[in-house]
């Protein structure tokens, strides 16, 4: 499936996933929009071969590791078993399919990875389930599914909200998003998103939702509590 | 303390070698023996013993330095080459040990960094080849991968996903299953047919959203019509389709 994606993350973040500086969870989506996007994985590959270039031009100075070892350590690793490559060629590697009510849908390399030990679904108001993924101790990642009809409260936040598209559609004041579409809102951006035909995403934030508008603004505590143990959980 | 460490780094690491591996490595070291042999003979033409075993030492040191990265990775791969990889060792070990500092900043997680690094390109050298492009970028990722590893332990993050499958070469994992593309095959035959019984406008639009690939956006402002209007034309158009394929099921 070679699919049109429209929105794709930003050069810069596109760089420093190249660089591996981003976190966990940004990364997955980054690595998740790439499996639907080949010019942003040409822009990968392009990033790679400039970093290794500027890496190996690079003089590390006085500062090198002590090589006095290094007798020893060739002896030590030249006496390990090489990879063959017939092994990994027919490693399996099944996509992971996620159910949700009317639906399966087929997972992204990576993200076949993350819910590959299965996930937990919850249901939250309006229509929106989430499933929690423990992936990055500093930022939320959750699969969210939208049921068809169903619409998210108005939100901001405050920090950066990624959100992947997998299957099906939402929009919001911005715009339509399909499968591959990579959305970023920054922390000013109020938004709406909402789903007719219903949609699954992976998203990942950084904070909690902050809710402005009506009685979803009573959550904000609350959610607030539930992130903040389940960062404590996993410490 | 060092040698003590490298110990345990290597303790869990230890693989067994079956014999017909370790067969197969004696053949090839002798072989690579042999080959150094011959090509001091020629080059050194006698000499005294000390005399000509230093200068096959050097001309065998010589011949991998001009080497360029690719072929000594190769010969890494292909033929475990031992002489090659103590070369990409003084290439890159002190470069691998700048990235990890700059990285960590800490000088035993480099070292680490760089023990953990070259044991990989070792490992994993049979799997590069040359349409992996240079070999300068196959190891900087691996590298690069590496350094995520490190500095997702220091931040003590949730195991189970790991630098390698983050930045996996994508296989185009999301091609549909040919079962499944014969039925969608099937299906796209049996809407073209319908497609023309419907009215031209809905036609129209089916025709920008799905077939040029617009967003409902971009297809309104092209056909110059309200996006409300387009909407509704492609709800109208899809459900008249549904209708018809559902009819003939
Ligand atoms: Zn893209």
Known sequence: MTTQTNHHPSQDLLKTFSEGQLSTGMSIAISAHLDYCSSCRQSVEVYESELASEWVATDPGADGPQLSESNILMDRITSQPQVVPITQATRPRRPVELHMHERSVRLPGVLSRVAEKGVVWKKLAGGINTAKLTLDRDAQCDFMYMKPGSQAPRHTHRGLEVTLVLDGTFEDELGEYRPGDFVLRESTQVHTPRSDEGCLCYSVLDSPLLFTSGWSRLLNPFQRLLFNRQLRHSH | ?249
């Open chain 2, 1 to 249: 303390m060092q040698a003590a460490w490298i110990t345990d780094f290597f303790a869990d690491r230890v693989i067994h070698l079956d014999e017909t591996a370790v067969v197969k490595d004696m053949h090839q070291l002798s072989a690579s023996y042999d080959r150094f042999r011959m090509s001091a003979k020629d080059l050194a033409h006698g000499g005294d013993r000390v005399q000509e075993r230093q200068t096959r030492a050097t001309v065998v040191k010589q011949v991998a330095m001009e080497r360029d990265d690719e072929s000594l990775l190769i010969a890494v791969g292909n033929s475990q080459d031992r002489e090659a990889f103590n070369v990409l060792f003084h290439r890159f070990g002190s470069k691998i040990f700048a990235l990890g500092m700059k990285i960590t900043r800490n000088e035993q997680l480099a070292n680490d960094l760089v023990q953990e690094a070259m044991l990989i390109i070792w490992q994993k050298a049979p799997l590069y080849d040359l349409d992996k492009g240079s070999a300068q970028t196959w190891i900087f990722t691996l590298v690069r991968n590496r350094c995520f590893d490190i500095l997702r332990k220091l931040k003590r993050q949730p195991d189970g996903i790991s630098a390698d499958d983050i930045y996996a070469e994508t296989e185009l994992e999301l091609s549909v299953d040919p079962e499944q593309q014969q039925a969608a095959e099937i299906q796209l035959e049996q809407i073209q047919q319908y497609f023309g019984q419907l009215p031209a406008p809905q036609q129209q639009v089916i025709e920008y959203v799905f077939m040029r690939d617009l967003t409902h956006q971009e297809a309104a402002q092209q056909l110059n019509i309200p996006l409300g209007t387009l909407k509704s034309r492609l709800r109208l158009a899809l459900s008249k389709l549904r209708d018809f394929i559902g009819v003939e099921q």
